[in-house]
């Protein structure tokens, strides 16, 4: 099993985390993804990590591989048995893509303009959202789930996105430091992700 992943890739994070968590002996292969190998190229139609090769299997995009590695590594399970927790799971990890990374994809590649109106927007969300960081020990559950691998990566790259949480956001802050400890977490680091918040690794 190989994984393509570029090392400051947040949705590449995603899948490492849950690959450090159930520890898959896999190879996972640096690439850059504006430079990526024609390896990648052939497996992945549209041209973009994480790939994940698996024998004859090609997959990509985070969530379908992360679901391929919970199915097939059953242990620790990520997602709930059952069929009710397990929707509202995925319920929260499409609001997290479409709400939380559309925004961070704004500051990260828009236009000057919309930067400053997508950093503010992201961090009233968040803070706006410190109940819900607050009720359980993980996100939304009392057990680490893919609902973390999800939302962790973004959080470890506020200070690159220049986002400082309000003191409403106590809750997202006291999420960070358990999440940051977690051991699958910090196994799932690479050494750039390691610089980008140097005063917490």
């Avoid at 992360?66 to 929707?87: K, N």
């Avoid at 400082?164 to 999420?175: G, I, T």
Wanted: charge should be negative; aromatic fraction near 10%; charged fraction near 25%.
């Amino acid at each position: 099993m190989t994984l393509f992943s570029d090392p400051t890739c947040p949705f590449c994070h995603r899948v490492r985390m849950v690959l450090a968590e159930k520890r898959i002996n896999v190879d996972i292969v640096d690439v850059d993804a504006r430079a990526l190998p024609q390896e990648v190229l052939d497996a992945n139609p549209y041209g973009a990590v994480p790939t994940l090769v698996d024998r004859e299997l090609r997959l990509y995009e985070s969530l379908i591989i992360m679901e391929y590695l919970d199915e097939r590594f059953p242990h620790p399970p990520l997602l709930p048995v059952d069929p009710v927790a397990r929707a509202n799971a995925r319920l929260f990890m499409y609001r997290i893509d479409r709400d939380w990374y559309r925004m961070m994809g704004r500051i990260v590649h828009g236009e000057a303009a919309e930067q400053g109106p997508a950093r503010e927007e992201l961090t009233n969300s968040l803070a706006e959202s410190a109940p819900i960081f607050k009720a359980h020990r993980f996100f939304m559950n009392d057990e680490f789930s893919l609902v973390d691998c999800f939302v962790a990566p973004l959080l470890w790259r506020l200070p690159v996105l220049r986002i400082d949480l309000p003191p409403a956001a106590s809750a997202v802050r006291e999420y960070q430091a358990r999440i940051f400890e977690w051991p699958s977490f910090r196994a799932s680091l690479t050494e750039a992700e390691r610089e980008m918040v140097t005063d917490l690794t």
